[in-house]
């Protein structure tokens, strides 16, 4: 069952990346995540010619679950290059600060893809271990 559904997560993170809108860098993302109640989210990189008004993948599906009334979240599938897939695609800071407003940094999964059968787990905590969240502030 769980392994069905991280399939389907990785399923719909590589159909969800042939929509990259990334003219200028020609990196293609996409992402899926899990809500805590089974529900997924994808999303794809999205940029601008105002560079710093791109949004990333990840913070593209979180996005699209937060609007949907989602805010917390058990895993996000990750995957990213040029033409092909050649590498695991790490997420980059500012969409672990996003993780880490509603996300369990010690129970959140990072999964990075590069194809349906290669793939490395990570927790939130490993990827950001002293960031600046929620907890910090009254
Ligand atoms: N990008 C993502 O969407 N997610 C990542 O994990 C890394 C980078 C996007 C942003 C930009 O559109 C392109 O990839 C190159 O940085």
């Known amino acids: 069952m769980e392994t069905d ?3 389907m997560m990785i399923k ?3 159909a969800v ?3 990259a809108y990334a003219p200028y860098s020609k990196f293609h993302v996409g992402a899926c995540v899990e809500a805590n109640d089974g529900s997924l989210y994808a999303g794809c990189n999205i940029e601008n010619a105002g560079y710093t008004a791109t949004i990333c993948a990840e913070r593209a ?6 609007s949907e009334g989602k805010r917390n979240f058990k895993r996000i599938v990750i995957v990213g290059g040029y033409d092909k897939v050649k ?3 790490p997420p980059c800071g500012v969409c ?3 993780m880490s407003e509603f996300c ?5 999964q990072i999964i990075l893809v ?3 059968k290669e793939y490395k787990v990570y927790t939130l905590k490993e990827l950001l271990p002293k960031g600046f969240g929620p907890a910090q502030l009254l």
């Open 61 to 66: 599906a979180i996005f699209k679950a937060v």
């Open 17 to 19: 990346r042939k929509r």
């Open 114 to 116: 590069k194809s349906i």
């Open 104 to 108: 369990n940094p010690e129970t959140f």
């Open 12 to 14: 719909m993170a590589l």
């Open 5 to 7: 559904q991280l399939e």
């Open 96 to 98: 672990l600060q996003v």
């Open 87 to 89: 590498d695991f695609c």
